[in-house]
């Protein structure tokens, strides 16, 4: 047998649930969204959803070479903010491990709370959904993840001016974004992290 048949056995690999395929199940994710690079070969991805008063208001998918280009961005200072700012690893291990290993419905679980602050994802109306993923699977470990969006700002207001306004420069350059993605509401924080 192949090692990838095993992927049954595997707690750790999933089949993309509805949660994060585009348009909820409609369709997968291709490509990448700034690059246009196929997911295909195993190529890792990531997909971000953003949510406002519980509808998904944006959807998109990017591959490690731009997620990788875009932290790139970051000072060595805001990186190391941003690392401080999650629940170490032993938290998020201690935390998520058992739902991998045991249980059901994983994605959803994992996604339930903020990875901050737990609110409960039922009860805050905006807040991101994060997901990593291999061709048609979802991958789990740090990710998948929700933040609410009162901790999305706090972290994204913890991060120096000038890596903010670098990060803004790339997106704008590289990927043209359009500007109301980020300046529309002044405090709105499109992070891909
Ligand atoms: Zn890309
Ligand atoms: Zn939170």
Known sequence: MKAN???EDDPFVDDIPGQFQSRF?????????????K??????YMINKIYEEGACVYELAYCMDCRGSLQATFSAKSTEVAKDFFPSEDVLRERRLPIMLLGTNKCGQLTSYCIKCKADRYNTPN???YAYCEDDKLVYGFYPYMI????ELELYNALSSETIQAYKDFMKKHFGLPPDSYSKKDKKSILFI
């Not at 997911?39 to 890792?44: D, L, M």
């Open 148 to 151: 609410c969006e009162s901790c």
């Open 5 to 7: 048949n095993n992927q």
């Open 127 to 129: 807040y991101h959904d």
């Open 39 to 44: 997911f295909t070969g195993g190529k890792g």
């Open 25 to 37: 199940g409609e369709t997968f994710f291709g490509e990448c969204n700034f690059c246009s690079q």
